[in-house]
């Protein structure tokens, strides 16, 4: 489900600062709020800070250094999770109060505020007017088409497949799930109509490209099968045909898994 108020608010920040094109320029936005970015160079663990400057009265984003960093993209991330919390109000209130703490970007925690503030990051590095357009020519986009796009954004693979599940009018769900275990899923508003709302289950299944990626290191590219709804959703009743495709997050542990579950007058070539 889209939050529109953020998607409102991510939209009035980029237009303050002109930032139309990709990608999307965090020292700007920062700098023009007055904003400190500093780079932690030793940050095992850590994603990013954000903390209120009292006798400043200035605000200052700690995050990892991205040239030491594994994934550039995921420092984006967490700069732009960072600044969800200063522009959203009732967080930047709790900032101003004293309160702070080290965040946990990347859509893995299910705190509220945190919920919100990588709501507004996916929605500050990607527009949905992009998206929109996007969609417009056609009504799906495959992994790799969603990875490209979060590389001309430069956002996350996560943040990029979460843009597009929460825009995309196919029956479609990301699945996130670290060494075989799932830690997140999120369903298109058509699968959840459908009663895709969960899958169900705990650990990736048998027979699914996740379980392919997590049996073979090996493989590096995105892995792809056809199978069927009863695969991921063994639980309930009918059965439909599904496409997944899984890609490795580097070297985290971590699995993305595309589900679509398209029409059958669908024609994918």
């Known amino acids: 489900?889209?939050?529109?108020?953020?998607?409102?608010?991510a939209d009035e920040v980029r237009a303050s600062y002109g930032?139309?094109?990709?990608?999307?320029?965090?020292?700007t936005i920062a700098e023009g709020e007055g904003i400190s970015l500093v780079s932690i160079e030793k940050c095992e663990g850590f994603h990013g800070r954000i903390e209120f400057l009292r006798e400043a009265a200035s605000f200052v984003i700690y995050h990892p250094d991205p040239n030491n960093a594994p994934n550039r993209k995921r420092v984006r991330f967490s700069i732009a999770h960072e600044l969800g919390h200063y522009f959203i109000e009732p967080h930047r209130e709790l900032l101003v109060a004293g309160k702070s703490h080290n965040s946990t970007p990347g859509f893995i925690c299910d705190n509220e505020l945190e919920v919100e503030a990588d709501e507004f990051a996916a929605a500050l590095l990607i527009p949905r007017a992009h998206i929109e357009q996007r969609l417009q020519r056609r009504s799906f986009m495959t992994l790799a088409e969603i990875l490209k796009m979060g590389d001309d954004w430069q956002s996350s693979a996560r943040s990029a497949t979460i843009r597009y599940v929460r825009y995309t009018g196919e029956?479609?769900?990301?699945?996130?799930s670290k060494q075989g275990k799932l830690t997140k899923?999120?369903?298109?508003?058509?699968?959840?109509?459908?009663?895709?709302?969960?899958?169900?289950?705990?650990?990736?299944?048998?027979?699914?490209?996740?379980?392919?990626?997590?049996?073979?290191?090996?493989?590096?590219n995105i892995e792809q099968v056809h199978i069927t709804t009863k695969t991921w959703f063994p639980y309930?009743?009918?059965?439909?045909?599904?496409?997944?495709?899984?890609?490795?997050?580097?070297?985290?542990?971590?699995?993305?898994?595309?589900?679509?579950?398209?029409?059958?007058?669908?024609?994918?070539?």
Do not use: H, W
Not at 171 to 176: F, G, K, Q
Not at 203 to 208: D, K, L, R, Y
């Open 171 to 176: 029956a479609c769900a990301m699945v996130i």
């Open 1 to 9: 489900m889209i939050n529109c108020p953020i998607e409102k608010l």
């Open 236 to 269: 309930l009743n009918g059965e439909r045909d599904l496409d997944e495709e899984a890609f490795r997050l580097g070297d985290t542990g971590y699995v993305l898994s595309l589900l679509s579950m398209p029409a059958e007058e669908d024609e994918r070539d």
């Open 19 to 27: 930032q139309t094109s990709s990608p999307v320029s965090l020292d």
């Open 185 to 220: 899923y999120i369903p298109s508003d058509e699968a959840e109509a459908l009663g895709f709302r969960f899958t169900g289950l705990k650990v990736a299944p048998q027979g699914s490209a996740a379980i392919q990626l997590y049996n073979d290191s090996s493989k590096r």
